[in-house]
């Protein structure tokens, strides 16, 4: 309950989640306040009407992935599971939204891998599929836990792909995010294109470091012709 009343304090459009958790019977049958429905639904049930879970990790004791919570409706997905391990949820989570403007706005939501070698094949195999699956001419927001702490997947992200960064772009640097109590690794990263960047956003409120081991960050955009 608290993680959800720290998100609709915030009360953005869109939320990218990552480790979100689809199922756990222990803790469900151990924590009495456990919701009985999935965590990003009954995160999301007060104020975001769409969203979506990827199962990437799964184990006896139930499952977690990626998700996305959004105000507008989602037109289509697709999860391409990134993990080399059964138990690591590492994803590239894409869905197309329609503004309100009807705008198309493609989401992609990603989580990478802890070793640089794998991340570097994460990283391929994601700029293929944006190549392939999303037009170069449709604004694009990719944002989650790039673990990323060498800043090498900028040229991935920027040359391939032609993706600015919102707090690098905004102050000069990425945001410092992990661990949350003492953020110093800057992990966690906005990217994006065909749409203007307004101003980033952290939110170091204490309370964040009993809800997650990372700093949540935002952005605020303007989308052309809306």
Known sequence: ?????????????????????????????????????????????????????????????????NGILCKYPIISWHNLNLSKAKFASRSFLHAKILLPSKVTLNLVCVHLGLFE????????????????????DEPLIMAGDFNDWRKRALDHMKIDLGLD???????????????????????????????????????PHKRWRKLSDHLPIGAVFNCPNT
Request: net charge negative; aromatic share 10%; hydrophobic share 40%.
């Open 165 to 203: 960064e919102a707090f690098l772009s905004d102050l000069g640097q990425h945001a410092r995010t992990f661990p949350v109590w003492h953020p110093t690794l800057q992990v966690d990263r906005i990217y994006y294109r065909g749409i203007n960047l307004q101003e980033s956003l952290s939110f």
């Open 117 to 136: 070698a794998e991340r570097e094949m994460q990283l391929d195999l994601i700029a293929q599929t944006i190549e392939q699956t999303i037009p170069a």
């Open 1 to 65: 309950m608290a993680i959800r009343e720290a998100l609709e304090e915030i009360n953005p459009d869109v939320i990218f989640l990552q480790e979100l958790q689809g199922e756990h019977h222990k803790r469900s049958r151990k924590i009495k306040s456990w919701p009985l429905k999935p965590q990003g639904e009954f995160l999301a049930e007060n104020h975001w009407p769409f969203s979506l879970y990827a199962k990437n990790a799964v184990y006896k004791k139930g499952h977690h992935g």
